[in-house]
Structure formats: structure tokens, C-alpha cells
């Protein structure tokens, strides 16, 4: 039995692996989460745990147990959030840990994409990019993923570049970085230290063909 810890699990890529893991009799499932009502039906193997990732308490007793975390968390405070998640893991000698980040956190987008992305969302990533970091620096059997921008299409269809590889692509399907997901955490070996940046293949362009 695997037990897997998902922390922002209302997140729209979290219920994509929610449902998957939701007919894997081999899986146990704790979804910490701070609005149970965006989440729909709860998985028979599955428990709620409601709250947010900086109450230690919560947190730590949600990790008891726990063999896989992943994490679909962000906001402003996203760097506060992952050192949380990092001081509980260690705390409670959990090692395999997944989050989501977002592309060009190490401006490795190239191109008018690249420079259309940091005019947009630049700013904004600077948590992101102190998370990874701290991931990075914890110790801990992780795998960063940034994927593109996100969009509703059905279909998995992805490709995945390194952390020091200019990054492809303008966007990805949540569908398909949850395949990525559920794919990690069947085979917790695969993409042990990674940090990848994951887009549609053929999807480069100036920018999100949505906007």
C-alpha cells in the first residue's frame, strides 16, 4: 500500500491525479486542502484533511504515515509554503517529494515567448523560484515540474525538457502534467532529482495561442 500526501489538492491539476489514484487499489490517499467544496466527491480511498500548509500541527499530522508527497500549492507566500512542506518532510523522514512550479522561474524560456513571459508573469515567479530552490537545497528525493501554460484541452500529450535546457513550447494540458504525475508516483523512482520543464510538443509560438 502506498500512501500519498496531496497538499492543494482542490487544485485543478490535483483533481486530475485525484481521480486517477481514486481506482488504484494499491493507494491510499490524504488530500489536505483549504475549500473542500472545489474538490466534488471524495475517492473511496481517499480522507479530507481541511487547512493550510503553514499550520505545523495540521501538517505534521497529515504527513504521518505518508510515503509520496505532491504539491499543487502557489500564491505569494509559495517560498513559505515549500520550506513548510520541507521542515514536515524531514521532520517526519518522508523523502519523496513532487511540486509543481511554473516555466521560467530560471528565465530559461527563450525567444519573443521567453520575453513575453517574463513582460507577463516575471514578477510574479520570484517565489516560485526561491521554492525551488529550497527544494533543491532540502536534501530530499524530489522532482520539480514547470510546466507550460496551463490549458482545460483533454488529452495527454507532453514533452519534458531539463533544468538547464532551454525550455519548448508555449502550453500544456492540466490533463497532462497529472499524467506525469500519476506516473511518478506509480514508479517513485522515475525523475528522482529532476527539475523539468514539461509543454506540448509543436505548441511553440510567440505566445499562449489563448491570449
Known amino acids: 500500500m502506498r500512501n500519498v500526501l496531496i497538499l492543494g489538492a482542490s487544485g485543478q491539476i490535483a483533481q486530475w491525479v485525484v481521480k486517477a489514484l481514486a481506482g488504484a487499489p494499491d493507494v491510499r490517499q490524504t488530500l489536505l486542502l483549504r475549500n473542500p467544496k472545489k474538490l466534488g466527491d471524495?475517492?473511496?480511498n481517499a480522507q479530507v484533511v481541511i487547512g493550510s500548509v503553514l499550520d505545523k500541527k495540521l501538517l505534521k499530522d497529515a504527513m504521518a504515515g505518508q510515503d509520496i508527497v505532491y504539491a499543487n500549492l502557489t500564491g505569494v507566500d509559495l517560498d513559505k509554503q515549500a520550506q513548510a512542506v520541507i521542515a514536515a518532510m524531514q521532520s517526519e523522514g518522508i523523502q519523496r517529494l513532487v511540486f509543481v512550479l511554473s516555466l521560467g522561474i530560471y528565465d530559461e524560456v527563450p525567444g519573443p515567448?521567453?520575453?513575453?513571459?517574463?513582460?507577463t508573469i516575471g514578477e510574479d515567479l520570484k517565489p516560485f523560484r526561491r521554492a525551488a530552490?529550497?527544494?533543491?537545497?532540502s536534501g530530499l528525493a524530489y522532482t520539480i515540474l514547470r510546466p507550460a501554460w496551463l490549458t482545460d484541452d483533454y488529452?495527454?500529450?507532453?514533452?519534458t525538457t531539463g533544468r538547464n535546457e532551454p525550455f519548448r513550447g508555449t502550453v500544456?494540458?492540466?490533463h497532462s502534467v497529472a499524467d506525469l504525475i500519476g506516473r511518478i508516483i506509480a514508479a517513485p523512482d522515475l525523475h528522482v532529482?529532476?527539475?523539468l520543464g514539461v509543454n506540448k510538443p509543436g505548441s511553440n509560438g510567440d505566445k499562449p495561442y489563448f491570449m
Open 113 to 119: 515567448f521567453g520575453a513575453w513571459n517574463r513582460a
Open 42 to 44: 471524495t475517492p473511496a
Open 155 to 159: 488529452g495527454v500529450d507532453y514533452e
Open 172 to 174: 500544456v494540458s492540466r
Open 133 to 137: 530552490d529550497a527544494i533543491e537545497a
Open 193 to 195: 532529482g529532476a527539475n
